[in-house]
């Protein structure tokens, strides 16, 4: 099979689907790998890497697109990227979709065939190649956030772990999974008073015993939400639904009850964000304020650290593109009902249920859809 990993188009966007070492096993396994000229830079790997490893490097990324039979890249496919989109292709990569109609009807319209990281499971119910983003993201996310409260960034001027005399930032998490407890983890150590809401019983119990007391849990209800809001100096928002839009658990018009200055991190931002006030921002330009509070919204967090995310992306993903590259996407995913599940979009049908019933489109049985 080609393989073809164009260079990342999305704004600061320097991460890249494929590493050398992916590439290396794809061409072990007899496929041939085609790399867009200066695609891995960003991430730290150059062209000599990938030829080292058996690639072959094109010009452009229509070059790619026209010869690839499977494209693997990081980030849903831009505007312009859609339209290089063939019939009887396949597209493996982030979607998220159901916040993203627009994208969602492009690749209903190429014909192409989108397997989703975000919605490829494990036996234990687990997302395995959204995990590792969501762990780098849920690190970055207090960090940001305490970039966000400094005063010249329009935040309160609070530092995390205060000064001896001074009381420590209040940190809200609301949920409590990978990306909580990364976060959690990163600001219990920067010293903060952290606060993590769930609804998940034994997962409050586990983040006790992990935590040993340097964090409190609670049920995460509207009203100890409403709660503790007043009092917070930031709050991350660390909710997930598979494949569906994020919940919307904090409203407009609960703002103007936080602190002035108070900092939010949407790191649910990717499936529509669980803010009300919650728009997608850049690297570039990542804050903005709404009623006095002050917003990251960033939609690609992990592209801040692109080698690092690259190289944990790419382990994660490996295994899964192999099987498509060795068996074709349907023998790929008749053997496992896991990469099925990650099956969004064939042929001109939608094959996700969480995205039909979020934008109002019929839906194609992913089983159908083999058989097609």
């Known amino acids: 099979m080609k393989i073809g990993s164009p ?7 320097f991460r890249v689907g494929l590493t050398p070492s992916a590439a290396r096993e794809a061409v072990s396994h007899g496929h041939e790998v085609l790399i867009e000229a200066g695609a891995g830079m ?7 890497d990938y030829e080292a490893a058996g690639a072959r490097i094109l010009p452009d990324a229509k070059d790619i697109f026209a010869q690839a039979e499977m494209i693997v890249k990081v980030k849903e496919p831009q505007a312009g990227e859609r339209k290089l989109l063939r019939e009887g292709q396949v597209l493996f990569t982030y979607l998220h979709l159901a916040p993203d109609p627009e994208q969602t009807h ?3 319209e190429s014909g192409v065939t989108a397997i ?11 997302l395995p190649l959204l995990a590792p983003m969501s762990e780098v993201a849920g690190r970055l996310a207090p960090q940001m956030g305490a970039w966000t409260l400094q005063k010249a960034n329009g935040g309160r001027g609070v530092l995390m772990g205060g000064v001896p005399g001074v009381r420590p930032a209040n940190v809200v998490i609301i949920g409590g999974g990978v990306v909580g ?4 983890r990163v600001a219990v150590g920067m010293g903060a008073n952290v606060t993590v809401l769930d609804r998940s019983i034994p997962r409050m119990s586990y983040l006790d015993d992990i935590f040993q007391g340097r964090l409190t849990t609670q049920y995460s209800s509207q009203a100890n939400l409403a709660e503790l809001l007043p009092e917070a100096d930031m709050v991350v928002g660390a909710v997930l639904i598979p494949g569906a839009a994020a919940p919307k658990l904090v409203t407009r018009a609960q703002l103007p009850q936080m602190k002035p200055g108070a900092a939010i991190v949407d790191v649910a931002i990717d499936q529509g964000g669980c803010f009300e006030t919650s728009r997608p921002t850049t690297h570039a330009d990542p804050i903005y304020e709404v009623d006095g509070v002050m917003h990251y919204c960033v939609a690609n967090m992990p592209g801040a650290v692109a080698r690092t995310s690259t190289i ?9 593109m192999l099987a498509l590259a060795d068996k074709g996407w349907r023998q790929a995913c008749e053997d496992d009902p896991n990469l099925l599940n990650g099956l969004n979009v064939h042929s001109g049908h939608l094959t996700y249920y969480a ?4 934008l109002g489109i019929d839906v194609l049985s992913p089983a159908l859809a083999l058989k097609q």
């Open 42 to 48: 960003g991430a730290g790997f150059t062209d000599a």
């Open 116 to 126: 989703a990281y975000e919605t490829v499971t494990d036996d234990r119910g687990g």
């Open 355 to 358: 995205v039909g019933r979020a």
């Open 106 to 108: 492009g690749l209903i």
């Open 181 to 184: 407890t990364a976060a959690a």
């Open 7 to 13: 260079r990342e188009i999305k704004p600061q966007e």
């Open 312 to 320: 944990a992306l790419g382990n994660a993903t490996m295994p899964f």
